[in-house]
Each structure stands twice: as C-alpha cells, then as structure tokens.
C-alpha cells in the first residue's frame, strides 16, 4: 500500500509531466491550422503562377509545411483583385501572395483601392525575374536593329502584347516607343502565359516575357529573343546582347516576393520566412533560378521593406514619365 508521502510524490510528478507536455504545446512554435491560401495576382501559365506552384511542389516534396500550400489566381484589375482581396484577410495567418511589380504600380495608378504596400507581411524576396524583347521567327528580324526598322514601318499597327495595364509590360514597351522613335500598340493580357501564346501564334508582333513564360517555344524554335533588360547577357540566351550593350543604358527586374496578409502574426511570419528559406535554400529552387534566369538574393523582414520602398519610387517616376499617374 502507497504511503500518503509516496502517494503526493507520485500526483506531483504526474501533474508535472502534464503541465509539461501542455505547456511545451502551449510554448511551441506556431503552425498552420488549416491550408494556406496562396494568391497569385497574376493568370494561369505566366512566370508568377509557374513559380507559386513550383514552390508548392517544393513545400510538398520536402514536407515543409505541416498545412498544404494552395496557389489561387486572382488576375483582375492588373493585380488589383488579388491586393483588395488580401487586405480584407486583415489579421488572417492563413493568406500569403506572391507579387509582381504590380504591387507597386497597381496601388500608384488606382489609389482609390486604398492598398498600402508596406502593410502587408514581408515575407521573402525569392528571386528577381528577368526580361528579353522576343519576336516570332517568321518575322524574320534577327537583332534589334531589324527590329526597330521593322515597328517603325508598321507604325501603330504593330502589336506588343503584354500583362496588364500600366504594369511592367507596358513601362517596357514606352521604353522602347522612347527610346528608338516608335510608335508600337500596346495590347494588354490577363497573363504571362497567353502573352507567350499571342506570340507564337504570330496574334502579336513583339513581347517582352519573362524566360519562364516564352522558354518552350523558344526552345521550339517558335520565338527569338532580340536583347534583355539586364546589366549582363543571360547564361541561356548568350546570343542576346543587353540593351546596354546596345547604347541604352536601361536595366529592369521584376520582384517575385511572397507577402502575407496585413496584420499577420508575428508568430505566422516567422514560420513563413523559415518555410520560404528553406525552398530558397533547396537545391530544387536554386536549380529553378538557374533554368529560368532568375537572379537575387533572399530578402525577408525590415530588408524586404527597404527594397519595396526604393522601387515604389521608381515605379512612381516610371509611371509619372508615361502619363498613369
């Protein structure tokens, strides 16, 4: 028979392994309860959207989440269906986006939606996407000087298809109106992808799509890329000179940075910044860089802020240059 001594012993070790247990529950870092919504402002088969559910993959392939992660598209507006729907996810640990530049331009030209960037979570910086201007082969122009000769005959007629309104397709396209004296139209889509389509399909004359977006039809044979926007050629287009190169000292990036939903928890951000590092980090995601031209390095935190607040004003004079705002 339990002595009363030995029986208080043993009550206070049991009540002390379930505190325990209950408080290191209590105390454990924070997980997702349900799915987590992934919003991609941007359409089905472009460079956001293939990238959202690459990093799916990843998160599901190495376990990285303890909820699975669920890409939707919410392309409307130029972004601006995804940006009001993720500012009324005030406060929700359960919503994250991944943006483009349009995170900057879509708030600039319609302030009415009342979306203020530096609310939102930062999250992670993932990469920095890059931009050629590509033709149809059956165009027959093989260079930029082709090219310019080519838009200047065709006037106004001739077609440079495009994402959205007043976002980094057309900025891209004013740059070239400008700086070579033409006079092209611009034709904006829903996504990167039916951009890529439009071209080879010979329904547009010229765009500006990312690698991701026009890499299988170039790889085709379909389409030719004439010259990026970067300060040195990509490794996979060796044959396309930088605009730089060409006498235009002009140089362009497209963020593809995940955010989560204004008012998250600090708790919820810290485990999303752990789970996106990890993709970052991942020999899969560095292999993906590499195969798309992505270029950056992880930003997260007060980093990632600084680096929205530097291209917000670039995007501001860009937008101001072309008459949007």
């Known amino acids: 028979m339990m002595s009363s001594t030995h029986f208080r012993s043993a009550t206070a070790i049991a009540l002390g392994v379930v505190l325990g ?5 209590a105390n454990a870092d924070w997980a997702p309860k349900k799915p987590i919504e992934l919003v991609v402002m941007a359409g089905k088969g472009g460079g956001a959207d ?36 993720v500012k009324q996810k005030q406060g929700d640990d359960h919503t994250l986006l991944v943006t483009l530049n349009s995170f900057y331009t879509t708030p600039l030209r319609q302030p009415a939606l009342g979306i203020e960037i530096m609310s939102f979570a930062p999250i992670a910086r993932m990469a920095e996407d890059t931009f050629l201007l590509w033709v149809n082969v059956d165009s027959g122009i093989n260079n930029v000087d082709d090219f310019v000769k080519a838009a200047k005959s065709a006037g106004n007629k001739w077609i440079m298809a495009g994402t959205g309104k007043g976002q980094e397709d057309q900025l891209l396209t004013s740059f070239l109106n400008s700086a070579y004296g033409l006079d092209m139209k611009y034709v904006p889509f829903k996504g990167g992808g039916r ?68 008012g998250m928890s600090p708790e919820a ?17 560095q292999d993906y860089m590499k195969k798309k031209s992505l270029q950056g390095d992880f930003l997260t935190g007060d980093g990632l802020k600084e680096y929205w ?8 004079k860009m937008l101001k240059d072309i008459g949007e705002i």
């Open 21 to 25: 247990v209950f408080g290191g529950l």
């Open 50 to 85: 293939k990238l959202a559910r690459f990093m799916q993959s990843i998160v599901e392939k190495n376990d990285l989440s303890s909820k699975p992660i669920l890409p939707v598209n919410k392309p409307g507006g130029s972004g601006a269906e995804a940006l009001v729907y």
């Open 195 to 262: 951009v890529a389509k439009e071209l080879a399909g010979n329904h547009a004359n010229s765009t500006v799509n990312n690698p991701s977006e026009q890499l299988g039809f170039y790889e085709a044979g379909n389409t030719r890329a004439l010259a990026s926007f970067t300060p040195e050629r990509l490794p996979l287009f060796k044959d396309a000179p930088t605009f730089k190169e060409l006498g235009k000292d002009f140089v362009y990036f497209m963020q593809r940075s995940v955010v989560g939903a204004p």
């Open 269 to 285: 951000e810290a485990y999303y910044r752990k789970v996106f590092k990890a993709i970052y980090d991942s020999a899969e995601w």
């Open 309 to 316: 607040g530097r291209e917000y004003k670039i995007h501001q």
